[in-house]
């Protein structure tokens, strides 16, 4: 079992910026995928970044360049850093934990509001 704690979310104006974490626990394997979904109201769960256990990135395309995805492999710990903020990123923004053919487990997410 593996345990993904969000933290990070909350309210902030377009144009801030906000940090996102979460810590993963329990029976890490490596190598693993750690990586951030968002869904907003309405709409399908949507890849936001990905990062593996080895620092291989990647990004859905209208992320790039706004926010970055990283992690410590130390503290089993995922950040994406999002700047530029816009209402349409409003969402509810969910962890996961991957370890191909194997594990997969989700976060119960951390809101998201962009608004003035």
């Known amino acids: 079992q593996v345990q993904l704690v969000e933290s990070g979310g909350g309210l902030v104006q377009p144009g801030g910026s906000l940090r996102l974490s979460c810590a993963a626990s329990?029976?890490?394997?490596?190598?693993?995928?750690m990586g951030w979904y968002r869904q907003a109201p309405g709409k399908q769960r949507e890849l936001v970044a990905g990062?593996?256990?080895?620092?291989?990135?990647n990004y859905a395309d209208s992320m790039k360049g706004r926010f970055t995805i990283s992690r410590d492999n130390a503290k089993n710990t995922v950040y994406l850093q999002m700047n530029s903020l816009k209402p349409e990123d409003t969402a509810v923004y969910y962890c996961?934990?991957?370890?191909?053919?194997?594990?997969?487990?989700w976060g119960t997410g951390t809101l998201v509001t962009v608004s003035s």
């Open positions: 996961r934990f991957r370890v191909a053919g194997a594990m997969d487990y």
């Open positions: 329990g029976s890490i394997f490596s190598p693993n995928t």
């Open positions: 990062i593996t256990s080895g620092g291989f990135t």
